[in-house]
């Protein structure tokens, strides 16, 4: 899979998960998931279950520890999906 066809995936399952209005104009590769996009951290792991469903990957605890922007996210999947 394309790493670009990664970060599309994974905006459409973060998109549902924005509550702050106007967070969905702001995301882009560098977006941080919490301060810019505002998903708090109980949020944060819905939303990483979804990928995990979404990708067939599994996400460590001390993997989701270093998620901050959505780059990370794609670069963690990508990384996973070899």
Do not use: C, W
């Amino acid at each position: 899979m394309q790493r670009s066809e990664v970060y599309e995936k994974v905006v459409k399952v973060l998109t549902p998960h924005l509550d702050e209005p106007g967070a969905a104009e702001k995301i882009a590769p560098g977006a941080h998931i919490i301060d810019d996009l505002g998903v708090n951290s109980a949020r944060l792991i819905d939303v990483v279950i979804e990928l995990e469903d979404a990708f067939g990957v599994a996400v460590g605890d001390d993997e989701l520890d270093a998620i901050a922007t959505i780059d990370d996210v794609v670069s963690l999947v990508a990384a996973k999906l070899g």
